[in-house]
């Protein structure tokens, strides 16, 4: 998974398998799989990451590149690139 700490906070690259029948995080070593059950149609995919991400980290959370790829990146603010990574790791094992 790749997390980039910046002055803001931290840039996840995030890989997104859209119209899926449920959300659901997977964690890879190289990379962060995301299931959303939107389409990929009128950014509805970008809202719903930026919704959920929000309030899986209890922090603002934007849209950095990728609104019309599969491959995106989100900047989480204010916070560190490990304390992302602990959530991350968590809310994976969990499901």
């Given at each position: 998974?790749?997390?980039q700490?910046?002055?803001q906070g931290v840039v996840l690259d995030v890989y997104v398998k859209p119209s899926s029948k449920e959300?659901?995080?997977?964690?890879d070593e190289d990379e962060l799989v995301v299931l959303?059950?939107?389409?990929p149609l009128k950014g509805k995919v970008n809202k719903e990451l930026l919704k959920?991400?929000?309030?899986?980290?209890?922090?603002?959370?934007?849209l950095v590149s990728g609104s019309t790829?599969?491959?995106?990146?989100?900047?989480?603010?204010?916070?560190?690139?490990?304390?992302?990574?602990r959530i991350l790791v968590s809310v994976s094992k969990s499901r």
């Open positions: 998974m790749k997390l700490d910046r002055s959300f659901r995080l997977e964690l959303c059950h939107e389409a959920r991400f929000s309030r899986l980290f209890s922090c603002k959370v934007d790829s599969r491959q995106k990146k989100f900047l989480i603010h204010d916070m560190e690139a490990k304390e992302v990574n």
